[in-house]
């Protein structure tokens, strides 16, 4: 059975059997009491009529006998003193029922108080009220009887019981309408939260709970929803963190199997240098400060898949700068990039992680390099502010610069246009400055392209 079936029938279904049955029970009852209602009043009047002419003060003459009985709707039976029916206000027709009316008054004989009961004859129903005639002055009747048909409060009651069954019957139909709207104003949420549950369930992260309202199920809903959403953002951080972890170990295990033959090639150029003519000394000296940058490309390359730490030592930034410069001076200007070089004066050492500073500084130049395609211009320059206590590195270039809309997922890993690019440059770059206890700006330059500013603080984080 479906989710609507099983708890709109679960609900409606005792609710409309409960309401039938009291409806039946309610309309039983009040058939019951109209009917009794109606024959407790026929059975005052007629003895309210009996006690009135066994009182003595009215004169029992037929005339009278018979307006009273038309008043009445009743007829009147006066008993002899043998039990026989003397006078009597019923048709010929009747003449037998005066007989029965007289056997009962036999049977309650002698009469010491008022009686009155019902009876049946020839399959009629009837009401009669005897009374003893102690006070009359005619003493030829020993007591008064008034007799009535209940066919006519049967049928009253008949279709007193029509009515009501009528207006019970609209009720009904009125409570079942309540009932099914309240049925499926509860249902209709709880199928809506189960199917959300079931599309969670199946991997479906964007489904949406619309419950309105302040009720218990609209802030199951809101819980539910947000619980979604969280479950959503965890399921996309636990994503994102094994793609990070993929591409450390596999970066790791490539910079590993480079790092050997580096070393190899690295120190025969080394031996080459020490053997070798001026003018070889000259290139084996470039082909080593190549080596040293993929060094340094590897060793950021093994970071991925280990805490960074790093080694302080007092460090002039100033000559790890044109350091840095040097090194990619060739390459720069191969790719027909200038590279100016502004140092600020009287700069004092800080106490900085040597490697990971210019391992922060190759990666934004490259950077840098990379937006010139064509040629152009890379400003690097050095701040020092006293009054804050810090030292700055500013790297700028005259390419096209980064979009607003790219600004905030600039140091996303993970995040790149570069072709060919991991995205991990600028996230771990930042992570070592900020490791420093110092942080990174980024904004778009006078050069028309970006402009990284780094700073570091000259004490200790």
């Not at 090639?265 to 080459?272: E, H, N, Y």
């Not at 771990?428 to 206890?437: F, K, P, Q």
Request: proline fraction near 5%; aromatic fraction near 4%.
């Amino acid at each position: 059975m479906s989710i609507k079936g099983d708890i709109y029938l679960r609900l409606f279904l005792p609710f409309s059997v409960a309401l039938l049955l009291a409806a039946i029970l309610a309309w039983w009852m009040a058939t019951s009491i109209v009917t009794n209602a109606l024959e407790r009043r026929l059975a005052g009047q007629l003895n309210h009529a009996a006690s009135v002419l066994a009182d003595g003060s009215v004169p029992l003459t037929p005339e009278l006998l018979h307006r009273l009985g038309r008043l009445m709707r009743a007829d009147i039976v006066l008993v002899r003193n043998d039990g026989r029916a003397g006078f009597t206000t019923l048709p010929e027709d009747k003449a037998s029922l005066g007989l029965e009316v007289a056997a009962t008054a036999r049977r309650h004989a002698p009469l010491a108080s008022p009686v009155s009961t019902p009876f049946v004859f020839q399959r009629t129903p009837y009401l009669m009220a005897i009374h003893p005639l102690t006070h009359s002055r005619d003493r030829r009747y020993a007591s008064v009887a008034t007799v009535a048909s209940l066919e006519e409060v049967r049928r009253a009651s008949m279709n007193a019981a029509w009515s009501l069954g009528g207006a019970v019957f609209a009720g009904i139909l009125v409570l079942a309408v309540l009932g099914h709207t309240l049925a499926r104003g509860i249902t209709r949420p709880v199928r809506q939260l189960a199917t959300m549950a079931t599309r969670i369930a199946g991997g479906d992260r964007s489904v949406r709970a619309t419950v309105d309202g302040g009720n218990e199920i609209a802030e199951l809903a809101k819980t539910l929803n947000e619980m979604t959403a969280r479950l959503a953002d965890y399921e996309e951080e636990i994503a994102h963190a094994n793609r990070l972890a993929a591409v450390g170990q596999t970066a790791a295990r490539v910079a590993h199997e480079i790092r050997n033959p580096l070393t190899a090639i690295k120190m025969q150029i080394q031996l080459l240098q020490e053997s070798g003519d001026p003018q070889q000394r000259a290139i084996t000296r470039s082909l080593l400060d190549e080596i040293r940058r993929l060094e340094l490309i590897v060793t950021s390359t093994l970071d991925l898949s280990r805490p960074a730490r790093l080694e302080r030592a007092p460090t002039d930034v100033n000559a790890l700068v044109r350091d840095l410069a040097h090194l990619l001076a060739p390459q720069f200007e191969h790719r027909a990039i200038r590279l100016g070089l502004d140092c600020a004066d009287d700069l004092p050492p800080a106490n900085l992680d040597g490697n990971r500073v210019k391992q922060v500084l190759l990666n934004l130049l490259v950077n840098a390099a990379d937006a010139l395609p064509g040629g152009g211009q890379i400003r690097l320059e050095t701040l020092y502010d006293a009054n804050g206590g810090r030292i700055g590195i500013v790297i700028e270039d005259s390419g096209p610069g980064i979009p607003a809309d790219k600004m905030a997922q600039l140091f996303t890993p993970l995040q790149t246009d570069k072709p060919g690019g991991l995205g991990l440059g600028l996230s771990l770059s930042r992570e070592l400055v900020e490791l420093h206890g110092g942080h990174m700006e980024v904004d778009n330059g006078p050069l028309g392209g970006a402009r990284f500013q780094v700073w570091f603080p000259l004490k200790d984080a």
